[in-house]
Every structure is written in C-alpha cells, then in structure tokens.
T-cell receptor, first 111, second 115 residues
Framework: EDQVTQSPEALRLQEGESSSLNCSYTVSGLRGLFWYRQDPGKGPEFLFTLYSAGEEKEKERLKATLTKKESFLHITAPKPEDSATYLCAVQGYSGYSTLTFGKGTMLLVSP | EAGVTQFPSHSVIEKGQTVTLRCDPISGHDNLYWYRRVMGKEIKFLLHFVKESKQDESGMPNNRFLAERTGGTYSTLKVQPAELEDSGVYFC?????????????FGQGTRLTVV
C-alpha cells in the first residue's frame, strides 16, 4: 500500500526566512510525485510533478526535489502570500487512477 | 474557462438523512475523480469515472455511497443514510486524459457535516 508522510505538520516562518518541507513516501513503482498548494476553503492547486530521483523543479520562490524515498519543497525568502497548506501526493503504477496524499504541512508566513 | 464546480459548498444534515453532492467537471474532461478528507486525516481517493463508466471505485467506503455520472457530464455522490463518520470535505477533480493529474483540476469541495 502506498504511503505518504509529511513533516512538519505546521511551520511558522518570518517573511524572508527560508525553510524546507519534507515528504517521505513508499510506493510500488513511482509514476509521479505531486506537490499541491491548498488555501482555506479551496481545493488543491497543482504546483509540481516529479518523476525520477534527482529531478528538480522551480516556480517563483518554490523548489521541489526528489530522491528515491523523499521529496523536499524548499521555500526561499517566503512572503505572507505563501501561507497555505502544502500537500504531497504520489501516483503509483498499481493504482493508476489514484493519488495517495499526505496530511499536509500548514505554513504560516508572518510579515 | 470555467473550473470544476461543486455544490453545495456546505451541507449540514442529521444522521440517517440522505445527501447528494454534485460535481460539474471542466467541459470536455472525460475523467472525473472523487476524493474525501475526513478531519485529521489525509485526502483519500473514492472513485474514478471515465465518461459515464466507473473505472475504479476501490476507495468507496461502503454501500451507503452511490456515485453516478449519467451522460458523462456532471456527477453526483449520494450518501444514504448518512452516518456521523461521513462528515468531511468531498473534493471532485477532472482531467482530459486518464490518470493525468498534472493536468487535473480540483473543485473547491463540499463540506459535509452529519449531526
């Protein structure tokens, strides 16, 4: 069974204070690892997909990296508008239709 | 382009009652997925439609849940009779190609509270 564990559960940063969110996973054949952003009262919003160990992707202040066991979402010089819950999910070859999500990391960036 | 629309946004019902949630996918998206987040837990897959056919319903919790997608357009998820543990946020997503979550969009969710 595919599993995703995210840490920390919550993170409070000062504006400009860089940090990283962790996503550890086990999957029977990785088709893709996904990062989503979710704002209160909204659905998950797609950020990145990573497919193989060593891959990296960037978008503004966010950078996602992938190893064979975990992924990191690095946030460089965050701003208050980066405050959200960040979700990690995996898609395996066995459950092609499905994403297995972690519980998410709630990020709060204070001005 | 209109996104994935779900309604109602919120629903509060009593245990034993029936509730129907609706999802309108992005026009032209053959693939429609239902997910659910119970408080304190992760978002979990319920089922996947390709057009009007159920491709994968392995995540449906029990036979009190009935999903339909007549005509391959909008989908409904009926819970009958509702139990307290059914409370949570129900999300719908759609994509043009099967399993292509890179190109999938989620709706805002329906928050269901069973009292």
């Amino acid at each position: 069974e595919d599993q995703v564990t995210q840490s920390p559960e919550a993170l409070r940063l000062q504006e400009g204070e860089s940090s990283s969110l962790n996503c550890s996973y086990t999957v029977s054949g990785l088709r893709g690892l996904f990062w989503y952003r979710q704002d209160p009262g909204k659905g998950p919003e797609f950020l990145f997909t990573l497919y193989s160990a060593g891959e990296e992707k960037e978008k503004e202040r966010l950078k996602a990296t992938l190893t064979k066991k975990e992924s990191f979402l690095h946030i460089t010089a965050p701003k208050p508008e980066d405050s959200a819950t960040y979700l990690c999910a995996v898609q395996g070859y066995s459950g092609y239709s499905t994403l297995t999500f972690g519980k998410g990391t709630m990020l709060l960036v204070s001005p | 382009e209109a996104g994935v629309t779900q309604f109602p946004s919120h629903s509060v019902i009593e245990k034993g009652q029936t509730v129907t949630l609706r999802c309108d996918p992005i026009s032209g998206h053959d693939n429609l997925y239902w997910y659910r987040r119970v408080m304190g837990k992760e978002i979990k897959f319920l089922l996947h439609f390709v057009k009007e056919s159920k491709q994968d319903e392995s995540g449906m919790p029990n036979n009190r849940f009935l999903a339909e997608r007549t005509g391959g357009t909008y989908s409904t998820l009926k819970v009958q009779p509702a139990e307290l543990e059914d409370s949570g946020v129900y999300f719908c997503a759609s994509s043009a190609q099967q399993g292509r979550y890179t190109e999938a969009f989620f709706g805002q969710g329906t928050r269901l509270t069973v009292v």
